[in-house]
């Protein structure tokens, strides 16, 4: 099943020529929904380094398993706005143009050496980073490479060298990689794992390939999760339609651009201009007029009411239990079996788009979290208490941030516990069977075909 983006939210690209600036400098969050700030969020320009929580607990607490599920950084649109001359935004890596990262020169030369790594299949005939002059649609940009230098040095800071997660001798069992067969999905991994690992060897990279966008390698059949996500694409549809202002300015663009205005929204435009906005590309023009801020801002606003309904209609929750649980059902395992003493597979990198973080933060129940922005991470610490060492517990972060304790399995556990985690037990009773009690049912298959109370 290839699952359409249930929100269309997308995506980007890079450019060295002169251009105006159309994205503010923002560094206060805005009290009420502002879309030119919600867009700047997404975009995610490397510029000042985060603060992030990753790896924090008390000191007797032994980190013993990470798994890292990542979206793409940012790339070129995957649509084009009809009549409009594309961004030009150029895929060649050039270390001196911003942004850029001091391991990116030495990223590029090892890139090309990369004959040596195991991949699955069709991974092997796809390229190690982009290089394009204009970028080709989808492509992964310079500035995606970059949000990915800095996620993995960032990792690398606290899980190699404070938490000697991997040693320097690290062996090919201790890591366990995936991704889909998108250039862009692949050259993300790579280049998070090039400053991640103690010592890159291509020999140790074992890549395996995922043909599916959420994940569910051999449980993909599950005719209920289809009839939800086609149930959400209709919510979505009926929102679009009684929106009147987003109707207005379609119309004007479709007016500018000289097409129906059907073929516009087909077109997809938000996908287009996120990439102008990032890049700070002025938005096209032709003879009749310009795209300007004003479309972009509508636009986008009623994305983010969309996903506001979403949260409250609970379809997309539904589809998100079913989609995400042969994903979540593999990362119980594997930390169960981590958690046993089994030493194998303690790094963990999922390298997948906005349609696959998505469904697993609604699935978690952790509402509160933005859409996943470009070079997004999600991840899934495993510690053992060092007082009682058959004790473990997880703790999960978004983008640095704990939410933990926003997810539905764990919600009132801190009220009660002096730990800053939660119980690994309390992941696995959810994944294993408190995800279908809405569907009023035991197991996943029985789930994937009942309706929802």
């Known amino acids: ?14 450019n060295p020529k002169s251009r105006k600036r159309i994205m503010p400098d923002l560094l206060t969050e805005p009290p009420a929904i502002d879309p030119v700030y919600e867009a700047h969020v997404y975009c995610n320009i490397p510029t000042i380094a985060e603060r992030s929580m990753e790896g924090h607990a008390p000191h007797y607490f032994k980190l013993v398993s990470v798994q890292v599920l990542i979206r793409h950084g940012d790339r070129y649109p995957l649509y084009a706005i009809p009549k409009t001359k594309r961004p030009d935004i150029d895929c060649m890596l050039v270390p001196s143009r911003k942004p850029s990262h001091p391991q990116l020169e030495a990223f590029i030369k090892h890139m090309s050496k990369g004959s040596a790594a195991q991949m699955d299949g069709s991974l092997s005939s796809l390229p190690r980073y982009p290089s394009h002059s204009l970028c080709e649609m989808g492509e992964l940009t310079q500035t995606g490479v970059v949000q990915h230098l800095r996620n993995g040095q960032q990792l690398r800071e606290i899980y190699i060298n404070k938490h000697k997660l991997l040693s320097s001798d690290w062996t090919a069992k201790q890591l366990y990689l995936e991704t889909t067969g998108k250039s862009r999905t692949l050259q993300s991994a790579l280049a998070l794992l090039y400053t991640f690992l103690p010592d890159f060897d291509w020999k140790k990279i074992n890549m395996r390939h995922q043909w599916s966008t959420i994940f569910c390698s051999g449980s993909c059949d599950c005719p209920m999760r289809n009839h939800y996500l086609e149930e959400e694409q209709r919510r979505q549809y009926s929102l679009r339609v009684k929106n009147n202002d987003l109707e207005k300015i379609y119309v004007d663009m479709a007016k500018i651009v000289g097409i129906p205005t059907r073929q516009l929204r087909a077109s997809n435009p938000i996908d287009s201009l996120l990439c102008y906005f990032c890049h700070n590309v002025t938005f096209p023009c032709t003879k009749t007029g310009c795209i300007g801020m004003e479309h972009f801002k509508v636009i986008k606003r009623h994305q983010l009411e969309d996903e506001r309904e979403r ?17 979540l059902n593999q990362t119980v395992n594997r930390l169960q079996r981590i958690a046993e003493g089994k030493k194998e597979e303690v790094f963990v990198l999922y390298s997948a788009h906005d349609v696959t973080l998505s469904p697993v933060l609604s699935a978690l129940g952790i509402t509160e979290a933005r859409f996943p922005r470009f ?5 899934f610490e495993l510690w053992q208490d060092g007082k009682r060492p058959k004790e473990h517990f997880i703790r999960i972060l978004y983008n640095g941030a704990d939410v933990t304790f926003q997810t539905s399995f764990c919600k009132d556990h801190y009220k ?16 294993k069977r408190d995800m279908f ?12 075909r009942r309706r929802a109370l």
């Open 1 to 14: 099943v290839h699952l359409i983006p249930v929100n269309p939210v997308r995506e980007d690209g890079l």
């Open 311 to 327: 949260q409250e209609k609970k379809l997309y929750f539904l589809y998100a239990l079913l989609a995400t649980h042969p994903f």
């Open 375 to 379: 070079a997004a991470r999600l991840v």
């Open 416 to 431: 009660h516990s002096s730990k800053p985690m939660c119980p690994l037990e309390k992941f696995v009773n959810f994944v």
């Open 437 to 448: 009690l809405i569907f009023n049912s035991t197991s996943y298959y029985d789930a994937c």
